[in-house]
């Protein structure tokens, strides 16, 4: 028998492990049934989100086989399973598979049409490790499967079939070869894409975070070094390197300053790394922070996203605040060498070289994406020819594109909203980034509604990172920042700009992306 998937899910019941085993060597030589391997139930009676261990789909019906390993007990009305760990509690295997069979059904009839108007159902409890021996009101022996019939599990499923469509009238009629193949395609994506995007997400946070600590090598190297400029593209790690480097030398009682240019990358900083003994400014600020700081001159300078820095008025300011200044103090710069010109400042193309002059600084490149997936990377470095690292992260979802005019995107975008909302994604690990302010973008037409769910971000809210709810940022803003599922809105496609056009926008808003990007390509 075809079982879906074709392995079975890793959650550690040794018992259902039997039974998959036994379902994928189970033949029938009149038909092909298919089985489903803990299969997600959306409409369960009793619970938001249901599940069943597994349901067969047979010319004979629909049925779902309830799996409980271990000893079992029932007394007073309560079940429970005895097991290494002793005596606990658990639901009713036969209400369980009962309530899951009728909520299947009721879904198959409101969306899959079959030759028969009636589909036949049924249910069973399958305890894999016990000999059952027991009479009860509440089930019959053939709606059960213990360790012997598991040894001739061929020949209890057709008892079982038999037992449902033979001895109870309402499931006399047969499914066509037609019906079971409509009612799995149907059941296959219930299975398959049910908590996707949240399944993606999870282990894209999981890799990164193995991947980010692979980085803490390129933190010793810095730290044998006063002066170290580190390049490296989006999402290669230039921001954790930072604030671990700040961290270090905090600890080691020197003082910091950490300099970027967006006040809100300032405050992503700020919640990263909490303390009063590390000033964290933008250029415009740097003036009140060292006022508050009580200094004039600090030991190590830190800058991040340096790339907007790139410009001598800004370099000599730090210049002077640093003691022994960039010839002779320590300091550290992390830039993105690919093109990101005038986003923020006018970028100054003698600045770099000005840097590299003071004193022989160490110069590091990373070469690692720890923050994209595999094809939201290839798409970036396809797209924009641009040098964001190696990938190493999972595969993820294809990045999903869309085209058309304003008022067919508007309609995309709608629709993809409320199916995200309505996913088991938190909304906060979604933002929207545009090239313009939210009352000239798209999302400024969709309905009421949809608009209502949306946050626009502004120097007061980022400061709340994660955020709890969508958002909404210009791509200008969110420079230095990411979240797990971006949708990039009101932008040209890349391969529609003229060679001499930036693509500075375009880099920045995709490579935000941690685990799955929406691109709204308008025309």
């Not at 001159?297 to 730090?318: A, K, P, V």
């Amino acid at each position: 028998m075809k079982v879906v998937p074709s392995r079975p899910h890793d959650n550690e019941s040794r018992a259902e492990q039997l039974v998959f085993d036994a379902l994928a060597i189970a033949e029938f030589g009149d038909h092909h049934p298919i089985a489903f391997h803990s299969l997600f139930l959306t409409d369960h009676e009793k619970k938001r989100i249901g599940e069943a261990d597994f349901v067969v789909v047979s010319k004979y019906g629909l049925f779902v086989l309830e799996v409980k390993g271990g000893g079992i007990s029932f007394v007073d009305g309560v079940w429970s399973t005895i097991g290494r760990n002793g005596t606990k509690k658990i639901q009713d295997p036969f209400m369980q598979a009962n309530t899951a069979v009728h909520a299947i059904d009721a879904k198959i009839k409101k969306l899959v049409k079959t030759h028969e108007t009636r589909i036949p159902i049924g249910y069973a409890a399958v305890f894999p490790n016990i000999i059952w021996a027991q009479k009860g009101a509440e089930w019959d022996r053939e709606m059960i499967c213990d360790r012997e019939d598991l040894r001739n599990f061929n020949h209890w499923l057709k008892e079982l079939f038999e037992y449902w469509n033979c001895q109870r009238p309402a499931n006399d009629n047969l499914l066509s070869q037609d019906d079971i193949e409509a009612i799995s395609l149907f059941l296959r994506p219930s299975f398959e894409l049910v908590q996707p995007l949240f399944d993606h997400v999870k282990q894209v946070e999981q890799d990164a975070v193995k991947l980010t600590e692979d980085q803490y090598h390129f933190v010793d190297i810095a730290m044998e070094n006063n002066r170290v400029i580190c390049s490296g593209g989006a999402g290669t790690g230039k921001t954790f390197l930072a604030a671990e480097l700040a961290r270090r030398m905090l600890a080691a009682g020197k003082t910091v300053l950490l300099v970027c240019k967006s006040s809100w990358l300032r405050h992503y900083l700020t919640a990263r790394i909490p303390s009063d003994r590390l000033a964290i400014a933008t250029m415009s600020s740097l003036a009140s922070v060292m006022r508050r700081s009580g200094t004039d001159c600090f030991d190590i300078l830190i800058m991040d996203e340096g790339q907007d820095l790139l410009n001598f008025r800004d370099l000599h300011q730090l210049d002077n605040v640093l003691k022994g200044g960039f010839f002779n103090g320590q300091w550290y710069f992390f830039h993105d060498a690919n093109n990101q010109s005038n986003l923020l400042t006018t970028v100054e193309p003698d600045a770099l070289d000005w840097l590299k002059s003071k004193n022989n600084p160490a110069v590091l490149k990373l070469r690692v994406n720890c923050r994209n997936t595999t094809n939201i990377l290839s798409a970036i470095q396809s797209e924009l020819k641009c040098d964001l690292g190696k990938p190493t992260l999972v595969e993820g979802p294809e990045v999903v594109e869309y085209r058309g005019d304003c008022d067919g995107l508007i309609e995309k975008l709608e629709t993809l909203i409320k199916d995200l909302m309505s996913s088991e994604l938190d909304l906060g690990s979604i933002t929207i980034l545009s090239s313009v302010p939210k009352r000239k973008s798209i999302v400024g037409k969709l309905s009421t509604e949809t608009q209502a769910m949306i946050s626009e971000l502004d120097d007061y809210k980022v400061r709340k990172i994660p955020f709890d709810e969508m958002t909404y940022s210009q791509i200008k803003d969110f420079k230095g920042l990411e979240n797990d599922v971006i949708i990039l809105v009101d932008m040209p496609h890349p391969r529609s700009l003229d060679e001499e056009e930036t693509k500075a926008l375009h880099y920045v808003g995709m490579s935000r992306a941690r685990a799955i990007l929406y691109c709204f390509w308008s025309i």
